[in-house]
């Protein structure tokens, strides 16, 4: 048997003003990463590509991975880059030969030409190829479009946020077009949509509606459906198709895909009024973190865990900068002791702090450096003195469960200290959804009272089980959930919340 793999992931923020060239794939390899080389750096990973190696290699197949593209969410992919990486895949299947064909891909990535950067790539190889089945796993914030669901022969999808099982969508896709090339089943499948767009602040699986969404998903796989997937869809992309829509994938019984796809979507929509999401005045709630804090004082022996404040309207892991100020400047000014934020990325401070060495002080103007014209607000840069505590490399792997041993490299990085509040500064951006990124900077998070991060549900993955209470800090951002601040321009409409529906 001979398998063609393959990896090409971004989530499009269309407000974002990060930009996505090529290279930001390949920052954690330093290049383009394909062949024997990414076998080895995704084997024994827990994200979609991992489980594509692990179920071929059980197999017994001959693996064929021209590429293993992966970029953290942000503006429009550069033309240039989808070119490139793309026609690493599409090369890859003109060579022929192949029993099967597994594509860890997104489903929400828009670039400056294209809407539908998975459709165009699955209709191109279709071009190619016709005939060979088609695995696809794809990310639970899809935005999907009838070409992605055409061009493929099942579709699996996360039924976790925050995504602990990655790898399990990857295996149920892998298995599926094991089970079609060897001939014991003929998948079909059924799509469609809803006119909503849910708050990803209200999507977590934690949580209702999205938690019995899911949770009728995989009734279903046990039952009737060989996949079935609801995406509720990435908000932040002003396409004609963002948001939420569910596919179903079943053994020849194309009706019985019809009637599981009807029932979910009715379910979701029934429930769009929960996936509604407002915010409260920043100042309001971090004092409220204030006062919690005080009942976590070492004479207070009720409380446990540390308060976690999420700066959720700048999370990178949805197209953020990174470098709002906002939410830090307010910690800052309502004194919050014994804290550690993560984080602002900027690449001048870091240099900067470098330069300084550890142990001395230095005065930066950390932050507020990428303008957001997509937003009437903007961040400023924020005047800090701190003494610079730690450097380092910003290399470190994922402790788990989500994308359990994966690498991250968030570029050269220091912590910096007021005395009260310690600052992580990086040079790339890079979610807070693992410990390890605090561990591998010399922090325990155990012994923090307030741990801020920029991160909107993702967090929880590492940092749920730790926490004492939650507490929404709504700063300033492209990842605002307040869509009044957002100009929606070629969203299909009327739509939910934007339209009374």
Not at 50 to 78: K, M, N, R
Not at 196 to 201: A, G, K, Q, R, T
Not at 393 to 412: E, H, K, Q
Request: glycine share 10%; net charge negative.
């Amino acid at each position: 048997m001979r398998l063609l793999l393959a990896m090409f992931k971004h989530e499009t923020n269309t407000f974002s003003p990060v930009p996505t060239p090529f290279e930001r794939f390949f920052r954690k390899g330093g290049g383009a990463v394909g062949g024997e080389a990414a076998v080895a750096a995704y084997r024994g990973t827990g994200g979609a590509l991992g489980a594509y190696i692990a179920v071929a290699e059980q197999l017994g197949a001959q693996i064929v991975l021209p590429v293993a593209a992966d970029a953290f969410p942000s503006g429009p992919v550069d033309d240039d880059a989808y070119r490139r990486i793309s026609g690493l895949i599409l090369d890859a299947v003109a060579q022929g030969g192949y029993d099967g064909i597994l594509l860890d891909l997104h489903g929400a990535m828009v670039t400056r030409s294209l809407d539908d950067g998975e459709g165009t790539l699955l209709k191109r190889l279709r071009e190619i190829d016709p005939h060979t089945p088609v695995g696809v796993t794809l990310d639970m914030h899809a935005n999907l479009y009838d070409d992605i669901v055409k061009h493929a022969t099942v579709i699996t999808g996360y039924h976790t946020y925050p995504h602990v099982d990655m790898y399990e969508a990857g295996e149920r896709a892998a298995r599926v077009i094991a089970r079609t090339i060897a001939g014991e089943i003929r998948p079909v499948m059924a799509w469609g949509n809803k006119p909503m767009l849910p708050h990803v602040m209200r999507q977590g699986t934690h949580a209702e509606p999205n938690r019995s969404l899911q949770a009728r998903c995989m009734r279903y796989e046990e039952r009737d459906a060989l996949a079935a997937s609801l995406f509720v869809g990435f908000p932040n992309a002003d396409i004609a198709n963002a948001g939420l829509s569910v596919v179903i994938c079943t053994d020849g019984d194309a009706a019985k895909a019809g009637e599981m796809r009807d029932a979910l979507l009715d379910d979701a929509w029934r429930a769009r009024e929960q996936f509604l999401y407002a915010s409260e005045p920043l100042a309001q709630s971090v004092a409220h973190a204030k006062a919690l804090g005080a009942s976590s004082a070492p004479n207070a022996p009720k409380a446990k865990g540390p308060l976690v404040l999420l700066d959720h309207c700048d999370n990178t892991a949805s197209g953020g900068t990174m470098d709002t100020t906002e939410v830090l400047a307010e910690v800052l000014r309502q004194e919050l002791d014994n804290a550690v934020f993560f984080a602002i990325c900027d690449p001048q401070a870091v240099q900067q702090a470098i330069a300084a060495g550890i142990g001395n002080d230095v005065t930066l103007a950390l932050g507020g450096k990428l303008p957001m014209p997509a937003l009437s607000e903007s961040s400023r840069p924020l005047e800090v003195t701190a003494r610079v505590k730690l450097i380092s490399d910003g290399v470190y792997r994922n402790r788990g469960p989500m994308y359990r041993g994966g690498l991250n490299n968030s570029g050269p990085t220091v912590v910096l200290d007021t005395g009260k509040v310690e600052i992580v500064v990086v040079s790339a951006h890079q979610e807070p959804f693992d410990l390890n990124c605090l561990s591998s900077v010399g922090i325990d998070p155990t012994q923090k009272r307030y741990i801020v991060l920029k991160s909107r549900v993702h967090w929880r993955a590492g940092f749920g089980d730790l926490a004492r209470e939650v507490i929404e800090c709504a700063g300033v951002g492209v990842c605002t959930s307040d869509y009044a601040k957002l100009a929606f321009k070629k969203v299909r409409r009327p739509i939910y919340p934007l339209d009374a529906l």
